[in-house]
């Protein structure tokens, strides 16, 4: 161990190196957003499926729709007794009106980018 | 230790054993985890529409005898606007689901040295003939051309990844290719809010209507066609379309191909 001091000394420079994006980043991470519900889904009270559900799997759940919709041409989805048309543009959007606030803020947050909207249309907002 | 190569074996056989038999433990966890949640949306279900327009096999006769050129620029618009087809003025970005050419561009192997003078001029409409034999549905890779039960061959946009070999494989060059963002240069006038439009490097093309038919409506061309163009069921012998047919002469587009077009023209 001739050469003890230069093998530290490298030592200490890789794990500052490689520990930066850790430090670099720490207390800069902002909470996780709360997506804003417009007057109207306040209102309703209740989504499709329940709000628990609807945050952890509204994905499936429009991969569903779609599919059945496109595929199968079944454009009703029924839940506890309830139907639903089975659309973005129309049944998501019409209460989740406000897609800056509702859908992009947490997809940005997650860093997820779906192309819904490279297609489908939403509704205007006011600013 | 004394290791020789009896014992050794052993010892690796059972090793690989454990080992094998954690993965097929893992394999099966996920399976009930897979199951139990399919389980969870068990009891939500999916159906028609109760005022759906359903049919065994859509088609379409088109009567050239009440066409005219304005009857079919109107149906030529009303397609348009009511998929959101973007209009581009570069003639080889345009996208077409219905449009009206000439006797000789849709019968091209019907050619008469003495053709009747009504066709020669005539302004005919052609669109996807949803054939009964389609051959873009054959080729497409990810299954993105597809044909319903009830004949219409329909796209999942979503599917779509701009491969087209569709486009090479039907006869009948209903197919365009989005080569520009349909949403830019305003391509699009007037939006219809109720229709997605498209995005770039997708392939589009006529969808009989399949959204209109879900509520209850005739497709939008036949509407504002006056009589031209009639849309029914052809497996149903009473249908508007069977009687057409059982009382005129009617011709189909390169049937010696074999596709077995839906779409009819009395001429």
């Known amino acids: 161990m001739n050469d003890k001091q230069k093998i530290i000394i490298g030592l200490i420079i890789f794990f500052a190196v490689f520990t930066f994006p850790f430090w670099y980043n720490h207390g800069a991470a902002s909470s996780a957003p709360e997506p804003l519900l417009t007057d109207k889904a306040k209102e309703a009270k209740h989504c499709v499926r329940d709000a628990d559900f609807m945050r952890k799997e509204h994905m499936q759940l429009l991969d569903g729709w779609r599919d059945r919709t496109v595929r199968d041409a079944q454009r009703v989805y029924e839940i506890d007794g309830k139907e639903y048309m089975a659309s973005l543009s129309s049944t998501c959007m019409e209460c989740h009106s406000n897609k800056a606030d509702f859908c992009d803020k947490c997809h940005e947050y997650t860093s997820v980018d779906p192309y819904c909207w490279d297609c489908h249309t939403y509704p205007k907002e006011k600013k | ?267």
């Open chain 2, 1 to 267: 230790m004394e290791k020789n190569r009896r014992s050794f074996l052993k010892f690796a056989g059972v090793s690989v054993l454990g080992l094998g038999s954690l993965s097929l433990l893992d394999g099966l966890a996920s399976e009930d985890a897979i199951a139990s949640s399919g389980q969870a949306s068990a009891d939500a279900t999916y159906k028609k529409t109760a005022n759906a327009l359903t049919a065994k096999r859509w088609g379409m006769v088109i009567d050239t005898r009440k066409l005219n050129g304005r009857i079919c620029r109107k149906i030529e618009k009303v397609c348009h606007q009511t998929h959101n087809v973007p209009h581009h003025e570069e003639k080889k970005h345009e996208i077409k689901w219905i449009w009206e050419t000439h006797y000789k561009h849709v019968f091209p192997e019907k050619q008469d040295e003495f053709l009747v003078d009504r066709l020669k001029e005539l302004p005919i409409p052609v669109l996807c003939n949803h054939c009964e034999n389609p051959p873009c549905v054959q080729v497409c890779p990810t299954q993105a051309t597809f044909q319903r039960a009830d004949g219409i061959v329909l796209m999942d946009f979503h599917r779509c990844i701009g491969c087209r070999f569709c486009m090479a494989a039907c006869p009948y060059g209903s197919r365009s290719f989005n080569f520009r963002d349909p949403r830019a240069d305003n391509a699009i006038k007037n939006e219809n809010k109720e229709f997605p439009t498209r995005m770039k490097g997708v392939v589009e093309k006529c969808n009989f209507c399949a959204e209109r038919l879900a509520v209850g409506k005739q497709p939008a061309c036949v509407e504002v066609s006056k009589g031209a163009l009639v849309f029914g069921d052809l497996s149903d012998p009473n249908s508007g379309v069977r009687k057409l047919l059982k009382e005129n002469y009617a011709i189909r587009r390169k049937q010696n191909l074999g596709t077995n077009p839906s779409v009819y023209y009395l001429v």
